[in-house]
């Protein structure tokens, strides 16, 4: 079946919306989304969203730009951090508008708390910064735009998910999707796309990520040519619950929380002696993991699943309870223990995927170094990479990336579209997602992907982890290719055609493996440490040799790497200190 729409958006998360929300004032706008739109991974975001508004005490998007740019180890394209933190104010009161319920200072305005690497005056001390509604910001955030978009006449495909891009040259055409109830391939032709299909923590063994993060858009994108940036600075959040991965929001320490080894000492004091226990997330995750392998680790193994405290309960009941009531309630379910009484025995979580699309600051997909543009085609949130987090994102700031850049890219689409001609699509544009499909299921005998994408998700675990090394990182790349020859034998275990899960699961293990691959060969060879990539052979940054953006290629097999400059256009690279 091939269906015609101005714009298409594949994704229901914040950016996916937002984009939605703009384009479909100007043209006639489709969201295809593999999941219940308000199901998305944007519901989960617990903490909240940054933005300069100086509410509670004074703050400029000048100090937030340049936290930014500090955090994301100066890889962050800097003119787009100005852009990212000067529309936040807007942004932040647009949401408002719409009707987001944020929590308020007695004074009614909005109320904004402290997060990790956000400070005052070019980093002197923590500032307020991060707005929010309690520990469910994400959650509020998503309801408001989806509310939006219902109003706006967005036409939604719910549980359609997308296998394929059409591209003609440089020109977008439009997409290839399954229908999860039928199984039907369905043809979409559109005069724009946008990407929105948020992260791909499932490579790894343990993270905060849901089920269906599996990158899809990413992979798909880069099996047709398109190369993927900056994929080897993949984010550990320093809190999730111990061996679930599940996250314990960095608002806990914003409230006041307060790590600790097995002597109860509060260990950050020796790492970050200015910002302690609200360090970027890379810091605070390398201490814990240095504390682990110390043997100072609650249990003192010195065992890599060892854990620490997050001390909380000085917090008070009340505090909790007001403004932290779902973390509360996740370590009552999953812990057994109440955060008031007890410390949360914590360790880090595979959280965030700072590479991803290579983007303008309009959400245009770009095709290499020179900034060559794909005509209609865009990409916006947790998939892309504009590059605003440059080598590790600060808390609060992907919420923000998501409505900043998903309504400049939608702004955009709306313009480019009614002027744009409608492309022509035909059936044999599905022959790549039908012969994959076709083989998955021609009913012959095949091993189960299970094994596949536990193996998978341990390798990268192990081997592409908070800290890496060459041995480590070339047996992964070994290991993930023999992985991807397996997969090719993998075959359905269940052969119906409505809602197939078995089959899609087997898709989406095809994009892991391939973002597994390229996340590993881009990992292996920058030899360097800045950000979330730490390497014990390369301990220090290199700006000389390795201040640039990678850019890889999928190429069959192999992963070509290109490179491509920074924009450091304001401020100078600096050594990092907190
Ligand atoms: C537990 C948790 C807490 C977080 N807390 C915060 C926080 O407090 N502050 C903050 O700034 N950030 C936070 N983050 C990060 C932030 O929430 C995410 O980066 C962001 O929500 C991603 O949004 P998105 O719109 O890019 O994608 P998502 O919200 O992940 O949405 C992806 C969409 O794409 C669709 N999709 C995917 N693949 C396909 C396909 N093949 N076909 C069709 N549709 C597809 C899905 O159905 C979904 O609708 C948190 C993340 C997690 C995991």
Redesign the pocket.
Known sequence: MIHQFDTII???????LYAALEASCKSKTAV????Y?VR??????????SAALGNVEEDKPEWHAFDTVKGGDYLVDQQAAKILTEEAVQAVYDLENRGLPFNRTPEGRIDQRRFGGHTRNFGEGPVRRACYAADR??HMILQTLYQQCIKNDVSFFDE????DLILEGTVCSGLV?VELATGELHIFAAKAVLF????F?RIFKIT???Y???G??PAVCARRGIPLEDMEFYQFHPTGIMGLGI?I?E?VRGEGGILRNRDGERFMERYSPTLLDLAPRDIVARSIQTEVLEGKGIRGDGKIDDYVHLDATHLGADVLGTKLPDITGFCKTYLGINPADKPIPVLPTA??AMGGIPTDTDGRVLLDKDGTVVDGLYA????ACVSVHGANRL??????D?VVF?RRAGLHIADYVNQAAMPAVDESDAAGAQSWIGRLTDGSEGPHGGYISDEMQTTMMEKIGIYRNERDMAAAVQEIKELRQRYDTVRVQDSSKQFNTDLLELIELGNLLDLSLITAESALKRQESRGAHSREDYPERDDDNWLKHTLAYLDGDEVRLDYKEVDTSIWEPKPRSY
Do not use: W
């Open positions: 594949v994704g229901s998360g914040g950016a996916g295809l989304s593999k999941l739109p998305s991974h944007t519901g989960a975001a617990q903490g909240g969203i910001t994400g359609f998910q997308v296998v999707v929105a299909t948020g992260g923590g905060s990520n849901a269906a993060n599996t899809d858009g996250l929001s608002a959280h965030y916006a949130g947790e998939c808390g609060t700031n992907s919420l923000l998501l998903g």
